[in-house]
């Protein structure tokens, strides 16, 4: 790979430990994957936040960078494992708020944004169509390469954070055109009535167009917050973190079908259900914003549950950017949900806090949330806005 | 007894006992830090120690998380004192790189055996 003077000067260490070290991390990538020259970006995400993921060892790292690293553009994080503010409320143990709140400080004196959020295009960082940017987080790096038309590769934590202190990241994979062209042409042959639903479509997708790039045609309309949860589920279950829609996504027009071809039928949707949804009736757990719910969601929840009850025994939890929450406080929306017996969950969610062994079964509305909820050992119901919040209140699913 | 060249990915000179296995690695969850010890169940290694070998395997797979897990072994000497792949990919590069272990790619690793005498220097290996 070339570099510049500049890049050369980074690299034997002339900006200290931090960016030499992650000079040599987006030159080995850029070596390995066929790069021949770093590109500046205009953003960066950074995933890795949650202790229970990171361990002592992510905690150490980021230490060591943390001493002389500084971020070099606008740079915002994925969420923590815990609500910062709110964690004892959230049963979370003393021990593991100390070591959360280390990494968070960490990250705090790098210059990065503690915005703890999975969607950093609802808070400020949002790339325009055609801007490079490096970002991590499976469901917004989908989000900024297909909503927005933005170019960002699938980075991991390290590399994301390489790619801040630097201001660049090297030029392979989605930041090339020609890596960026359909290969299969998936045909929606059926109409959606609800959130889920679109959840379900990505899983269909995702299964049938494993590590591929779809252009999908058939959807005639949809909604930030339908996208927003399709992005999660289809690079969730298979799909490469880019797809196309005719018509709504931008780029759209400039791509041609693709030869082999997909149908996504009312039976296809219907799998989805089956294969997400387990035989279950109780719920002691609700889980809503997987990604992070926006303010329009939010409003949804409450006029749900206005002048309802959550059932002992059964927790709901409002997953929230606390820049989105801060809206809601304002609106009365926080008291109406907590007086209802909701929780809210900001800088946090369901995918990283440390949940294992603490709920049976979960109910949501997102596709995402179930495969980590799995992995958590939960048995998951996924359905609309409506019956989740109807669960919370029952305590029971389609009762 | 022979010499093979590869692709640098973090720069050394170190010199060891080859341990070889023809299985992808997961650092995250498949070796434990604290003894160097591989836990994944039905790999074949597991209940051996990398602890201070040059591993020699052909890529890496699982959770990015794996990167620390390198970096968090180096610092409780329970690393590998050098690894080689046949194709490396994201987190062992990576993992290598944070925490400054020779590392090369692009090599032939089934010409290695376990047990062999080798020398890392650069993208240069010698087998004895």
């Not at chain 1, 990250?107 to 970002?135: D, K």
Request: hydrophobic share 35%; net charge neutral; aromatic share 8%.
């Amino acid at each position: 790979m070339e570099l510049t003077k500049q890049e050369q000067a980074m690299l034997n260490g002339e900006e200290g430990y931090a960016v030499r070290k992650s000079l040599e991390i987006l030159v080995a990538l850029g070596e390995i994957f066929g790069a021949k020259n770093l590109i500046d970006v205009g953003s960066v995400q950074v995933s890795g936040v949650s202790y229970h993921n990171l361990g002592d060892a992510g905690l150490e790292f980021l230490d060591s960078l943390a001493k002389d690293g500084k971020v070099k553009v606008l740079t915002t994080l994925n969420p923590a494992g815990m609500d910062l503010e709110n964690w004892r409320q959230l049963g979370i143990t003393a021990e593991f708020a100390e070591k959360q709140n280390l990494v968070i400080d960490a990250f705090q004196r790098m210059g990065i944004l503690v915005s703890c959020t999975c969607t950093p295009y609802l808070i400020g960082n949002l790339p325009l169509y055609s801007e490079h940017v490096a970002w991590s987080e499976s469901s917004a790096v989908t989000f900024a390469n297909s909503v927005l038309g933005a170019r960002t590769n699938r980075e991991g934590g390290p590399s994301a954070l390489a790619a801040a202190f630097v201001g660049k990241t090297p030029c392979y994979g989605l930041h090339l055109n020609e890596n960026r062209v359909p290969d299969v042409h998936v045909k929606v042959e059926t109409e959606f009535s609800k959130l889920s639903d679109w959840g379900a479509l990505g899983y269909a997708i995702g299964k049938k167009a494993e590590n591929k790039i779809p252009y999908i045609t058939g959807i005639k309309t949809a909604q930030l917050d339908e996208l927003k949860s399709f992005c999660a589920s289809t690079v969730t279950y298979g799909t490469k973190p880019l797809f196309y829609i005719k018509n709504i996504t931008p780029g759209s027009d400039q791509q041609t079908l693709p030869k082999e071809t997909v149908t996504i039928e009312v039976s296809d949707i219907k799998n989805a259900y089956d294969s997400i949804n387990d035989n279950i009736d109780e719920i002691d757990f609700v889980c809503v914003g997987c990604p992070h719910c926006s303010i329009k969601e939010i409003q949804e929840i409450v006029n749900l549950i206005q002048g309802k009850k959550v059932k002992e025994g059964t927790e709901l939890w409002v997953a929230t950017s606390r820049t989105v929450k801060q809206l809601a406080d304002k609106r009365g929306y926080t008291v109406t949900i907590e007086t209802a017996g909701g929780k809210f969950a900001c800088d946090t969610c369901m995918a990283v806090a440390p949940l294992e062994g603490r709920f049976k079964a979960l109910a949501t509305t997102s596709a995402k949330g179930c495969f980590y909820s799995r992995q958590n050992l939960m048995k998951t119901k996924m359905g609309s806005m409506k019956e989740c919040i109807e669960a919370a209140v029952s305590g029971k699913w389609g009762n | 007894m022979g010499q093979l060249k590869g692709r640098i990915i973090y720069k050394g000179k170190v010199e060891g006992e080859a341990l070889v296995t023809s299985m992808p690695i997961s650092f995250y969850g498949g070796v434990d830090p604290n003894t160097g010890t591989v836990i994944e169940k039905g790999h074949e290694l597991e209940g051996v120690s990398i602890k201070d070998k040059i591993l020699v395997f052909p890529q890496g797979k699982g959770s990015t998380v794996g990167s620390y897990t390198l970096y968090r072994m180096k610092r409780n000497n329970t690393a590998p004192i050098g690894m080689i792949n046949k194709e490396t990919e994201t987190i062992v590069a990576v993992g290598a790189i944070i925490s400054e272990i020779p590392f090369i790619d692009k090599i032939d690793v089934s010409k290695i055996k376990t047990g062999n005498r080798i020398l890392i220097e650069n993208n240069n290996i010698d087998i004895f």
